[in-house]
């Protein structure tokens, strides 16, 4: 039997190559950090990680990460509700709380896991979920696992937005659902405007803040600090792969009963293993940081300021950003996709972006900032920046 489905994947294979979509992975042979090196034995500036607190290679978690090890084991070999519960997850599920100001937390095995469970065990096709168009892949699979009544809105629009929850009156309750920050614009959702919406219209809302937790805000509590609007929230999905130390899990916090429901029905939670011990500890240890000090929002900011002044002095178009996402526009794919692979020449990592996963014309380099930047780096990376801009005709003097 495989014969012909091997010809058929590989002619689809082919056609991904042809389109120029075929997705090689670099191979890191160090932590991840600012500086990387790659198995061809390069050093490379890192402007691509989700790394923004630059925690992935902290000591203090990798140390608590470690303890845990000789105290909890190696795995739980179990689910939560069998035996797959220590007092470090009750521990963290209460810190995430704490940080976001919710009144309940549940683990999960990825913030993928937490969108794809969240949808299905709290609607059904009674209801409506009202969701932004550019929400990540998670969210719509999420939706896809529920049989409630689909809206889409475009991206951030709140005339839209107010059209589609006009129309879902005819539903009985309703879910806006959003990203806290976009990752490819690195935009945020205009949270106050979304929650005199849902007043306006009662409806529930629930925010991914996946990109925007440990970022987004003065103390980095995400766009519900940035919007002034904690406790008005109902449902916060978020990831401990990103800012929070980058190893792996993802959660969902937010009303007590809404936290009840998912720990008995939701199918991620209730048919997938439980996050490992040292996981878990090393992530109690980053909020307990996250709740003494403000030093890596800070450097953070500082970093994004830094960058988004010299690209722009550089003579760079970039969107306008509230996140650490900047988004440098090439506007022409193929000019994207050249100019990352010379500034990978330059020993500067970045990612080109190019339709399909941006709108036509409108290609860019993303560049992520992280608080493992020092200012000379940056330095180096506009510099690089400058130097491919030059070459390939982009600046013009
Ligand atoms: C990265 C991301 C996820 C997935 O998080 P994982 O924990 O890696 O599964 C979900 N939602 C958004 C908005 C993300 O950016």
Do not use: W
Not at 165 to 185: K, N, P
Not at 227 to 245: E, M, P, Q, S
Not at 346 to 369: D, H, K, N, S, T
């Amino acid at each position: 039997m495989y014969g012909n489905f091997q010809q058929y994947l590989q002619e689809e294979i082919q056609k991904i190559k042809d389109a120029g979509l075929y997705k090689n992975e670099r191979i890191l042979v160090s932590p991840q950090g600012a500086k990387i090196k790659i198995n061809t034995g390069q050093e490379v500036l890192n402007f691509c990680a989700n790394n923004y607190l630059g925690l992935s290679n902290n000591k203090e978690l990798i140390d608590a990460a470690k303890k845990a090890l000789d105290s909890h084991g190696y795995g739980m070999s179990s689910v939560r509700f069998i035996c797959g519960t220590t007092d470090l997850h009750k521990i963290l599920e209460q810190k995430i709380a704490e940080f976001f100001g919710t009144e309940d937390t549940i683990l999960y095995a990825a913030c993928f896991d937490a969108n794809g469970g969240v949808f299905e065990p709290l609607f059904n096709e009674q209801d409506a979920i009202i969701s932004d168009a550019l929400n990540h892949a998670s969210i719509i699979d999420g939706v896809r696992l529920c049989k409630a009544v689909r809206y889409r809105y475009n991206n951030a629009d709140m005339n839209d937005l107010e059209q589609k929850l006009i129309e879902a009156q005819a539903q009985r309750f309703r879910i806006i659902v959003t990203d806290g920050v976009f990752s490819m614009d690195g935009n945020v959702a205009p949270m106050d405007k979304i929650i005199e919406l849902a007043e306006k219209y009662q409806a529930l809302v629930m925010v991914d803040e996946s990109h925007s937790a440990g970022v987004v805000g003065k103390t980095g509590r995400g766009v519900t600090e940035l919007y002034n609007c904690r406790g008005k929230v109902d449902i916060i999905t978020g990831t401990l792969g990103k800012a929070f130390g980058g190893a792996i899990g993802g959660f969902t916090t937010g009303r007590k009963e809404i936290i009840d429901m998912l720990r008995q029905r939701s199918r991620p939670y209730l048919f997938s293993n439980s996050l490992p011990p040292m996981v878990v500890a090393a992530g109690i240890k980053m909020f307990d940081m996250m709740a003494s000090t403000n030093v890596l929002q800070e450097k953070l900011h500082a970093n994004v300021n830094y960058f988004m002044n010299k690209i722009q002095q550089a003579g760079f178009d970039i969107k306008p950003t509230q996140s650490a996402i900047v988004a440098v526009m090439l506007y022409d794919a193929k000019l994207s996709q050249d100019f990352a692979a010379e500034l990978l020449n330059e020993g500067i990592y970045v990612i080109g972006f190019y339709y399909p996963v941006v709108p036509q014309g409108l290609a860019r380099i993303r560049v992520q900032l992280s608080a493992a930047h020092e200012f000379e780096h940056i330095d180096q990376c506009v510099e690089a920046f400058t130097k491919v801009g030059k070459k390939l005709g982009v600046l013009k003097n």
